[in-house]
């Protein structure tokens, strides 16, 4: 029981580990077609009354995004690539990325599509994420160490204590993946920031989707709640036989 709650451990530390260091809880992809009255056309060319343009299928350059805890990355891309999303996913990316802290700005809220009040909830929310997920890691992480030490000695207090930090870590990261898909899916930020943008240009487009860093979270939790259980149950066991 012990190796199988050690390996569940080791299982949940590397998935929250790598969860926490990648910056790709999300991917998106936004896309807008100006074309103003009177103004260009295809190519720069300025359109008269009277003109007919003809369009071609050509390309249409987006801008992708990648979002993790630390980074908030983007780059431009081509509307023809297939797999335009999956691209964030791997290193072929451009030399041209520009990368931001993402702590405490979650995409897409800026100063320019929310209010004031608006902006601060927003920076609020980002921040109870952040701490529980820092808390996460450092639970994981502790809890660890006192598993490692809880080994030579089979103190039933160390076995306990890690347990215990192991279900906290499962419980706040489970907390972290709530807040993160209220924010995308409930909470109108999205709306609001795609309505914004409308008004500025009719064809805009949108298109978001959890990235392989968010995947890893649930992995995480689930074997975080497994080893802390087991590890609480080898606690239990040591005590009784002890006494």
Not at 131 to 153: D, E, S
């Amino acid at each position: 029981m012990k190796k199988l709650a050690g390996l569940f451990g080791a299982l949940a530390a590397v998935f929250i580990l790598l969860s926490f260091g990648t910056d790709y809880w999300l991917l998106a992809s936004e896309s807008c077609q100006l074309r103003p009255n009177g103004s260009a056309g295809p190519g720069g060319v300025t359109i008269k009354p009277g003109d007919v343009v003809l369009e071609g299928k050509g390309s249409s350059d987006v801008t992708l995004y990648h979002e993790g805890f630390f980074w908030r990355c983007s780059f431009k891309g081509d509307m023809e690539d297939d797999d335009l999303l999956k691209r964030l996913w791997f290193t072929n990316q451009p030399d041209s990325k520009v990368c931001m802290p993402a702590y405490l700005f979650p995409f897409p809220v800026s100063h320019q599509t929310h209010n004031a009040t608006e902006y601060e909830s927003s920076i609020t929310y980002r921040g109870f994420w952040s701490v529980f997920m820092l808390i996460a890691v450092a639970a994981v992480v502790i809890g660890g160490f006192i598993i490692i030490c809880a080994a030579p000695f089979a103190g039933h207090r160390l076995y306990k204590a890690g347990g215990g930090l192991f279900l906290i870590a499962g419980f706040f990261l489970l907390c972290v993946v709530v807040m993160y898909v209220l924010w995308m899916q409930v909470l109108d930020v999205m709306d609001l920031y795609i309505a914004h943008q409308r008004a500025l240009c009719s064809d805009f487009h949108l298109t978001f989707s959890y990235g392989l860093s968010f995947m890893f979270a649930p992995i995480g939790i689930f074997f975080c709640f497994l080893a802390g259980l087991l590890f609480l149950l080898i606690g239990r066991t040591i005590q009784i036989h002890s006494q």
